[in-house]
């Protein structure tokens, strides 16, 4: 079989998944290729997302056990949203990013924004924005217009663009005026604050605030008018709109009681701005455990949120993932094996042709066996594990002829020691 070649974008997104699997990490691409048990979940995801491009917003709760996949589910979510030509950001709730302080939240959606292969395109999007207006003042006025004439038109069709958000919040046009001007006559310092008061940094100084005529930091009573303003950014630099995704919800629960129910209500506010229209072009993804919803530290307490999107899915042969919730189901040893087929005929397309009577149907099913058995059976806390184990091993057969993965691969949980999470050592059939 000829090696793959390099220079090909297939075969290089097959060598990122692997490097990413060999790490214990979620690929940043190509999930499709080996995602499974999941079609439905992707195909009601994949709905709202095309009526929030209509300028439409909506927003979804993934439920799930650890192990279950929510962080691959976000993952592809993700991936889809960029196919289908929306801005993604991927933020996971933190003690730096907390649900009670949406300043925070929002500082760390803005910077993370991903838009057309760029990381942190925050800046290329405003650019992208501006020079749209500008293009569109030229077609209007005639390709001769004079520099300054052109500023001044743009900058009108600015305000004009954010009238409706300049009502409750000034600033944000005065700051976008400011970030122009600057540009335009190379004072790259005050640009670079502008841009960091639009992405919420608590950091900017005094200087720009007096060129903007605008008074104290970003709080976040000022948040809601920039999550208003993204949309408009983002569509006017030719994408279809927003999907932030917010993972490890659970976290909100570790807080003290205040702070807790302080972002259990950001989070209604959030909700009754979707349902409201508020926030079109918006798409909001969000994950956490089963007693991030039902525990009681968790959503169940709040009355609002919880009438809105607590209740608990019923478990059954026919789940309705249109419902606010998507109740994930934990791997199955069946679904585990069509999973490795499938990184198999990743791993064949990256690095050539892999040896099938070596790793076959029965080896995948034995090591399914094997690893399950040093956790207790419980193959919804292996999958990570498992994979980051395959792929050793479908190096070991294209490395060495003689390897035969069938008689010397054996699961020792004292080789994973230093790689477990505290939740896959708690069900070890060993202590350590």
Known sequence: MQAPDISDASVLESIGIINALRRGTVPAQG????AVGLSTEEQVIADQMDL??????DIKFIRGEYGSGKTFLIARALEIARKKGFVTAHVAISPVAPLHRLRSLYAQIATSLHAGGEQQAF??????WLFGIEQRVSAREGSAIPSER???LTLQEVEYALADISLLNAPVAAVIRTYYLANNAADFRTSQAA??????DPNIGRDLRQKAGIRGDIGDSSIFPLLEALPVFVTGAGYQGCVVAIDELEITQTFPRNLRERGFQNLVRIIDAIDGGLL???YLICAGTPMLYDGPRGMRPVTPLYDRIGQTPKEGEFPNPRQPQILLKPFSPD????????IAGVYEEAYGEVDRSRISHRFIRTMVNRVS???GGRIDIIPRLFLKEFVDILDKCDLYPDYDPMSVYQTDPLDLQEILTDEEKAVMQIRF
């Open 31 to 34: 999930l499709g290729r080996f």
């Open 52 to 57: 929030v491009s209509k300028g439409g917003a």
């Open 123 to 128: 800046r290329s999007i405003i650019d992208a």
């Open 150 to 152: 052109l500023e001044e």
């Open 195 to 200: 841009i960091g008061w639009l992405c919420g």
């Open 280 to 282: 079109p072009r918006w």
């Open 335 to 342: 679904r585990l094996e069509e999973v490795a087929h499938r």
């Open 373 to 375: 058995t040093a956790f």
